[in-house]
């Protein structure tokens, strides 16, 4: 897919969005809006930033990006955003405003809306949100390549994994792996055996594993972001881990079984708090983040059960919206993949593979066919 293909719905959404709030243009400046409305056109340069560099403008009747001279040569050249139907604006790194006062240029009315910038008169943070959700069939492709590459690199990265290798070795094939893939992964965290079961993040600490290995990654690429868990173990998985992990299948069915066009995410959430206490864990969500809407940021929005007040609680569920619920346990049990909501149903972007890769069974199968 072009930059082109996938920035024409998302500028068509903005222009509608401004015709209603009676609103003279939108400035996207944070990573997530901006790949929103340009199509993924030009991936962070600093990937830890909340303003990017490169912005968008978009009005009634034009769009405009804007970066700095030092950038400027490339995005033409590798981007070529005329195509796309934007006009490229350069201002030199060392001024501070300048960025603002480019925007303002295109615009000259003052009550521009942005993703939150202080520069600009008008929040529209949490209607940007919304209107990005229902991604567009161009983005729907390519957060399913993203899902099916993303699963391959945990899987093949696991799949090597022998016991006695560090969790930062495990960590180091994922994020190659990841990379080689064109992506990157904001989300990186691997960890087994007692520290595992321990703890909820148990981030990579060069510690060796023998027993059992957790991998999560939250891999992005072209502003789309997926999010997956999977597990190697050597031999079966320990009995706490196994129940745990079929608590959290069925907690994770039981949301995702919810969530059809029209129910809304408060009601989702309704649902897990329900479906942990049905496995006999009530109110065990408290625990851990549980995940949900993902997209153009790693978590489109987190709100808990019976967080009511929340500006997405009634927020009804779209064609097109991507989820990834993260249901866990005490002992290390956690369940996470990313699906769309299609009008066949859900769809599983993040591969088909199981959850637990056996390394013991592969040893065997593979000295069988030797």
């Known amino acids: 897919m072009t930059h082109g293909e996938r920035s024409a719905e998302a500028v068509r959404r903005l222009r509608v969005f401004l015709a209603q709030a009676g609103l003279p243009g939108m ?5 997530g809006t901006v790949a929103w409305v340009t199509g993924g056109m030009n991936p962070p340069i600093d990937r830890t930033a909340a303003t990017d560099v490169l912005w968008a403008v978009v009005t009634g009747e034009g769009a405009w990006l804007v970066t700095t001279e030092v ?3 490339r995005i033409a050249a590798e981007y070529r955003p005329r195509e796309a139907g934007f006009e490229l604006l350069a201002v030199p790194w060392s001024v501070p405003g300048d960025f603002v006062r480019a925007a303002r240029t295109v615009c000259a009315d003052a009550g521009l809306a942005a993703d939150g910038h202080p520069g600009f008169a008008v929040d529209a943070s949490d209607r940007l949100t919304a209107l990005r959700m229902a991604l ?4 729907q492709e390519e957060l399913r390549g993203l899902g099916a590459d993303t699963a391959a690199a945990l899987e093949g990265a696991l799949r090597s994994w022998r016991p006695g290798d560090s969790d930062r070795s495990v960590q180091a094939r994922i994020a190659a792996a990841i990379e080689e893939r064109g992506a990157d992964a904001p989300v990186l965290i691997v960890g ?3 520290r595992l079961r321990r703890y909820r993040h148990p981030l990579a600490a060069g510690a060796p594993v023998h027993q059992v290995v957790m991998a999560v990654a939250v891999a992005r690429r072209g502003g789309l972001h997926v999010a997956a868990t999977r597990f190697a173990t050597a031999g079966p998985p320990p009995p706490e881990l196994a129940a745990g992990l079929r608590s959290c299948a069925r907690i994770e069915a039981a949301v995702l079984g919810a969530a059809r066009p029209g129910t809304t995410y408060g009601d989702l959430l309704d649902v897990l708090d329900g479906a942990y206490t049905a ?4 109110g065990a969500w408290r625990q851990h983040y549980q995940g949900g809407p993902i997209g153009y940021a790693q978590r489109e929005f987190e709100i808990a059960p019976g967080q009511r007040d929340s500006a997405f609680s009634g927020l009804p569920v779209e064609v097109g919206h991507a989820l990834a619920w993260n249901p866990s346990l005490p002992g290390g049990a956690k369940v996470e993949n990313t699906y769309l909501i299609t009008t066949d149903g859900l769809e599983q972007v993040t591969g088909g593979g199981s ?3 056996d390394i013991e069974a592969i040893d065997h199968h593979e000295k069988e066919r030797i």
Not at 27 to 31: D, G, K, L, M, Y
Not at 136 to 139: G, P, R, W
Not at 279 to 282: D, I, R, S, Y
């Open 136 to 139: 567009s069939a161009a983005d």
């Open 192 to 194: 087994g055996d007692d």
């Open 27 to 31: 400035v996207a400046t944070r990573p």
């Open 71 to 73: 950038e400027r040569d």
């Open 355 to 357: 959850a637990v890769i």
């Open 279 to 282: 496995e006999g864990h009530p």
